[in-house]
Structure formats: structure tokens, C-alpha cells
């Protein structure tokens, strides 16, 4: 989810643009899980993983 909000958070629609704020009301996610998840370091098996692919 926090992929699909990076990849429309600028993306304009009858001159409006959806932000980060509007698409998390439309979506069961709320604006400060979003930015928890943007600013986490990622873990250790993440980084390991990652090296794999």
C-alpha cells in the first residue's frame, strides 16, 4: 500500500492533487502509518534479502 501511495501522491485529477492525506481517507491505512513506514530503517533481514536478488 505505501507503494501504490508514493506512486499517486502527486498524480492530478480535475486540477486537484491527491496527496498523501486524500488517498489514505479512500484507503484503510491512516497518514501516520504511511509516514512511519516511509522513515523506517529497513531491518537487517530486509538489507540481506535485497543482496539476494
Known amino acids: 500500500m505505501i507503494a501504490f501511495i508514493d506512486e499517486h501522491k502527486d498524480r492530478t485529477s480535475c486540477g486537484l492533487r491527491w496527496g498523501i492525506e486524500p488517498i489514505c481517507?479512500?484507503?484503510?491505512?491512516?497518514?501516520?502509518t504511511y509516514y512511519a513506514a516511509r522513515n523506517r530503517v529497513p531491518s537487517a533481514r530486509e538489507v540481506r534479502d535485497c543482496g539476494l536478488l
Do not use: F, T
Open 25 to 32: 481517507d479512500q484507503l484503510p491505512i491512516a497518514p501516520a
